[in-house]
C-alpha cells in the first residue's frame, strides 16, 4: 500500500529554523499536508501543497516539495518553544482519504 | 463559525461492549471524515460521509460503522470492542464544493477510547 514516513525525533534550538522531512510512494497524490498535534489535541492544519507546486511560503513556514523524489519538507523560521509538538505530513488524492505519516516530535531548546 | 466539536471527550469501555462517538461539523461543512490514532502513530483512515452517505472507506472492519445526519453531523459506532480499538478517535469536516479546488479537512480535539 501506499505509505507516507518521517522521521521520529528532531531537536533545535530555540531562534534557529527546524526542516522536518517526509518521503511517500503514491504517485497520484494531489495534495500534501502538514499538521500540527500538540499534546492531548487535536490536528491543527499547517499548510497544505498541491502536487504541481514546488514551494510555498506562509509567514514563518515554508513547504518545499520534490515530486520527483515525493519528498515533502516543511521549515519553520525561527522556532520557537510554541512550536514544540508533533507535526505530521499527509497526503491525499482528489478526494476522499488522507494518508498520514507517523509524526515527527519537534523539541525546542531555549 | 464554530470549529469541529466531539463528544465525549474521554470514554473507558471493556472488551465486547459496544460505544458510539459522536462528531458535530464545522459551520457550512457537508462532509465528515473519521480517523483512528493508535498510540504514537499517525491518524488511519476510517471512512468519510458525504451528504449522509458512506463516500469511502479504509481498512477497518464492518463493525465499524457510521452515520451523517441531515445537519451534516456524524457518528461513529463501533460493536465488539476489542483491546486494540483504544485510540484517540478523530473527526474532520470539509466542504468540497468544487472537486478541482483544494479540501481542506479540519479537525476536531478527538475522543480518547479507553477499551479494558
Known amino acids: 500500500g501506499e505509505d507516507v514516513e518521517q522521521s521520529l525525533f528532531l531537536s533545535v534550538r530555540e531562534g534557529d529554523s527546524s526542516v522536518i522531512n517526509c518521503t511517500y510512494t503514491d504517485s497520484s497524490s494531489t495534495y500534501l499536508y502538514w499538521y500540527k498535534q500538540e499534546p492531548g489535541a487535536g490536528l491543527q492544519l499547517l499548510t497544505y501543497?498541491?502536487?504541481?507546486?514546488d514551494m510555498k511560503q506562509d509567514q514563518r513556514l515554508t513547504v518545499l516539495l520534490n515530486k520527483k523524489d515525493k519528498h515533502l519538507s516543511l521549515r519553520i523560521a525561527d522556532t520557537q518553544t510554541g512550536d514544540s509538538a508533533i507535526y505530521f505530513c499527509?497526503?491525499?488524492?482528489?478526494?476522499?482519504?488522507?494518508?498520514f505519516g507517523a509524526g515527527t516530535r519537534l523539541t525546542v531548546k531555549p | 463559525e464554530t470549529g469541529v466539536t466531539q463528544s465525549p471527550t474521554h470514554l473507558i469501555k471493556t472488551r465486547g461492549q459496544q460505544v458510539t462517538l459522536r462528531c458535530s461539523s464545522q459551520?457550512?461543512?457537508?462532509?465528515v471524515s473519521w480517523y483512528q490514532q493508535a498510540l504514537g502513530q499517525g491518524p488511519q483512515f476510517i471512512f468519510q460521509?458525504?451528504?449522509?452517505?458512506?463516500?469511502g472507506r479504509g481498512n477497518f472492519p464492518p463493525r465499524f460503522s457510521g452515520l451523517q445526519f441531515p445537519n451534516y453531523s456524524s457518528e461513529l459506532n463501533v460493536n465488539a470492542l476489542e483491546l486494540d480499538d483504544s485510540a484517540l478517535y478523530l473527526c474532520a469536516s470539509s466542504s468540497p464544493i468544487d472537486r478541482a479546488v483544494e479540501e481542506t479537512q479540519y479537525f476536531g480535539p478527538g475522543t480518547r477510547l479507553l477499551v479494558l
Open positions: 459551520s457550512g461543512h457537508n462532509t
Open positions: 499527509a497526503e491525499s488524492r482528489a478526494k476522499d482519504d488522507m494518508r
Open positions: 460521509y458525504y451528504r449522509e452517505e458512506e463516500n
Open positions: 501543497i498541491f502536487s504541481n507546486m
